[in-house]
């Protein structure tokens, strides 16, 4: 089992930065595949961004490419999100996710291959 807490969330102005914080409590984060994805109201759950459990390998949405960064820190067990240059439509509620793998180089993209997530930290970016 895999606790996941995300931090960081906040209210920002537009071109405004915020750094989510995932910690997730486990013996070694080492083995899970991770990612942040993030749901506005009354839409449906969208990807962020996802990294390898290695920490080699990201991907991110189109959305966010340029803008926002997805990282890692193993040793602390805990994965970030920088966004940069905030806009308005990126406000949601912004949820990270593990998947247990056996690849170290893999990233998923789909929230339904991913096995555990966090209650959810909220940014609202105002115009």
């Known amino acids: 089992q895999v606790q996941l807490v995300e931090s960081g969330g906040g209210l920002v102005q537009a071109g405004g930065s915020l750094r989510l914080s995932c910690a997730a409590s486990t013996r070694t984060v080492r083995s899970y595949a991770m990612g942040w994805f993030r749901q506005a109201p009354g839409k449906e759950r969208e990807f962020v961004a996802a990294?390898?459990?290695?920490?080699?390998?990201?991907g991110h949405a189109d959305s966010v490419k340029g803008r926002f960064t997805i990282s890692r820190d193993n040793a602390k067990n805990t994965m970030y999100l920088q966004m940069n240059s905030l806009k308005p439509e990126d406000t949601a509620a912004y949820y990270c996710?593990?998947?247990?793998?056996?690849?170290?180089?893999?990233?998923?993209?789909?929230?339904?291959?991913?096995?555990?997530w966090g209650q959810g930290t909220q940014v609202t970016v105002s115009s």
């Open positions: 990294i390898s459990w290695s920490g080699d390998n990201t």
């Open positions: 996710a593990a998947k247990t793998t056996f690849y170290s180089g893999s990233y998923y993209l789909r929230a339904a291959e991913y096995d555990y």
